[in-house]
């Protein structure tokens, strides 16, 4: 069976993650994807460094334009047709189906539809923004991009994703596919002032909104983990520490497994503030390791954290509610917690995962 993935443009974080445990299960198979990007931000030994195990698959780069951002996503499914009509299976992580020939067999995982984020972040302003979607083509193509082929299978990473979905398609996808997740308990001490935040530092994941909040708990520690892609952005957060003279804020950019986990089960409380975060697996590792989460009031965190007191829509709120958990009973929170993210287990990942194949792949 010949199987390929597409993506755009590839780098280490929570939708590789999801690549990676596919790829473990076609290995599993005896298949050896290929994958197809206008550019990889990783390398064999960036995935077994960051996701602890190695994977085979073959990168094949295809020549990129220079393009506005949104051009550049939905060109890729138009330029990558040519190199997928021999594939038995197309793997989509692409976030959008608009371009991809309907002849060809797919399997779209949707993290997000590209079609509801550039809908809802379109203005007349954006017209002119020649950097992103100039005079809002793509915005126009969308528009017209009302269904998806009858070959193309879309499974949704979550029912926040799947309702999003269906509010630009009109129709509802099925299948529920959560990404996985190690939720194996991380055992150590932990420090009831210190708290963690993961992401690539990027402004819509707001690590200078967590930097200036901690100005209200002089006492506590955050440490701020996530991969440095955005050098500009990583060099303002430092900036913003620096300009308000704080002690207790620790950036530690492009960790290890190792360093990372460490404070991961060191810490107390985990923070997160992206809003309408799709899904939010790396608030499933913070409380695999015994975090208490914090975080934003929207998206699929909703389904991840249903305790609402554990929420909140502004990150000046925060530190109230810090304050105000050091006097629960932390450990019938967190056991409540762990039990419920039992579900985005690797493990039931890659069950569900090959199940879906098994319908897709052509039976032999």
């Not at 939708?15 to 596919?22: A, G, K, N, P």
């Not at 950097?131 to 126009?140: A, G, H, K, Q, V």
């Not at 299948?175 to 190690?182: K, M």
């Not at 955050?222 to 704080?246: A, P, R």
Request: with cysteine; aromatic share 12%.
């Amino acid at each position: 069976m010949r199987v390929a993935f597409i993506q755009n443009r590839v780098q280490l974080g929570g939708r590789f993650q999801v690549t990676f445990e596919m790829t473990k299960v076609l290995n599993a198979l005896d298949i050896i994807p290929d994958f197809y990007a206008y550019r990889f931000r990783l390398t064999e030994h960036d995935i077994q460094e960051h996701y602890g195990s190695k994977i085979k698959l073959y990168f094949k780069p295809i020549p990129e334009p220079k393009l506005p951002f949104e051009w550049n996503i939905t060109n890729f499914n138009r330029q990558v047709n040519n190199h997928l009509k021999e594939y038995d299976l197309v793997i989509n992580s692409n976030n959008t189906s608009l371009g991809l020939e309907e002849s060809i067999n797919v399997l779209s995982y949707v993290h997000y539809p590209r079609k509801a984020r550039i809908l809802k972040q379109w203005s007349w302003k954006s017209f002119f923004q020649f950097d992103r979607d100039p005079f809002l083509l793509n915005l126009i193509l969308y528009n017209w991009h009302v269904k998806t082929g009858v070959n193309d299978l879309q499974v949704a990473n979550s029912k926040f994703t799947a309702d999003e979905f269906e509010n630009c398609y009109h129709s509802r996808i099925s299948e529920i596919l959560y990404p996985p997740v190690q939720t194996t308990v991380l055992i150590a001490d932990k420090d009831p002032k210190q708290i963690i935040s993961l992401g690539r530092f990027s402004p819509n994941k707001r690590q200078i909104e967590q930097i200036v909040m901690m100005r209200e708990l002089p006492n506590y520690e955050l440490y701020l983990v996530g991969f440095k892609n955005d050098e500009s952005y990583f060099n303002k957060c430092q900036k913003v520490i620096d300009t308000l003279w704080l002690t207790n804020v620790h950036l530690v950019p492009d960790a290890g497994e190792e360093e990372r986990d460490k404070l991961l089960a060191s810490s107390t409380f985990f923070i997160h503030s992206l809003r309408s975060e799709p899904f939010g697996i790396t608030t499933v590792q913070g409380i695999a390791a015994g975090c208490i989460p914090i975080v934003h009031n929207s998206g699929g965190q909703i389904e991840i954290v249903q305790d609402e007191s554990l929420r909140y829509d502004n990150e000046t709120e925060i530190p109230k509610k810090i304050n105000q958990l050091q006097g629960k009973d932390l450990l019938s929170i967190r056991k409540k917690l762990q039990l419920h993210i039992k579900q985005y287990d690797a493990v039931s990942f890659r069950r569900q995962f090959k199940k879906i194949l098994e319908y897709k792949l052509p039976k032999a």
